[in-house]
């Protein structure tokens, strides 16, 4: 038996006519005629009931309609599933997002992303350092990161998609917090600093250290956290002070209060990491959407 014959069988059933199904299959009358005989020899059933007048369905014949429509439409939704998998329209995907960008990118991303690919289910990890974000990549579990480059490592590739400048974050409490035109690197050099973990080898922290550098002072650090959230909240709590990539003040914290800084400080790139060669049709439609969101073509690419 083929699915010929279960396409052949339903246009006859549900036309009562072989004239009329060899019209629709586009196929001559007895050549049907003999495929349906040959079905009903195979199943040892009498499904149609022939006169030269009319076709009727045996009880037989109309439960076996049921089951034959339920298995053409299951042979359709599988192709068309297939399909769609193999267009990158329907799977799943892994991304990670650095801390900053978790506030400002994933919320939008997440919306776009859910309005053009519905079909490709997001798993999303926030508040990744970028070590943790290649070794996501590498495990399996993320398959698209936002991280802060470089990144030192052969099997993965990367490419900026944006340089944003560094703030500062003072408690609502201090002084300089009044200041909203704006601050130098230097009005912190006495300040005890918050800042990202020096054992995991920060991107950020290795950019505030170099800008304090620049500004003549190695700052004080009070506390070191992970979390972008938790540092902005110790500062809140006027426990030090903080230097941060501009996206950051898209996370609201009572007592806190984001500030410029006048010195024009170099900027912290943002870019976005795959597995090198992955060419996985889901990731392929996602990037497409990043890309065009972020306004990038893949042509800052990192090899």
Do not use: W
Not at 24 to 48: D, F, N, Y
Not at 55 to 62: C, K, Q, S
Not at 82 to 109: C, H, K, M
């Amino acid at each position: 038996m083929e699915l010929r014959h279960l396409r052949y069988y339903i246009a006859v059933a549900e036309e009562c006519h072989f004239g009329r199904a060899a019209a629709r299959l586009h196929i001559a009358q007895p050549p049907l005629s003999q495929q349906i005989k040959q079905l009903e020899t195979e199943l040892g059933v009498t499904l149609l009931l022939r006169s030269t007048r009319k076709v009727e369905l045996t009880e037989a014949g109309e439960r076996y309609l049921e089951r034959a429509r339920a298995v053409i439409d299951a042979v359709d939704a599988a192709g068309t599933e297939a399909t769609r998998i193999a267009d990158g329209r329907l799977g799943r995907l892994g991304i990670g997002f650095t801390g900053s960008a978790t506030y400002e990118l994933l919320p939008s991303l997440a919306r776009l992303l859910r309005a053009e690919l519905p079909g490709v289910e997001l798993d999303l990890h926030g508040e990744m350092l970028t070590p943790s974000q290649a070794a996501a990549l590498h495990d399996g579990t993320i398959d698209l990161g936002f991280l802060r480059p470089p990144v030192h490592d052969p099997d993965l590739h990367h490419e900026t998609v944006r340089t944003e400048p560094l703030i500062a974050v003072v408690p609502q409490s201090h002084p300089l917090a009044s200041r909203t035109g704006g601050i130098t690197v230097a009005d912190l050099a006495d300040e005890p600093f918050i800042t990202y973990p020096s054992q995991h080898r920060s991107v950020v922290l290795d950019v505030v250290l170099d800008v304090c550098a620049r500004a003549g002072f190695t700052p004080q650090v009070r506390h070191e956290v992970g979390e972008t959230s938790t540092l902005v909240s110790f500062v809140a709590a006027d426990l030090g002070v903080a230097l941060v990539p501009d996206s950051v003040r898209h996370l609201h914290i009572t007592g806190a209060v984001y500030l410029p800084l006048l010195d024009d400080p170099p900027g912290v790139a943002l870019a976005i990491a795959t597995r090198r060669g992955d060419t996985s049709p889901q990731l392929t439609r996602v990037l497409e959407v990043v890309r065009g969101a972020l306004g990038t073509h893949g042509d800052e690419s990192v090899n």
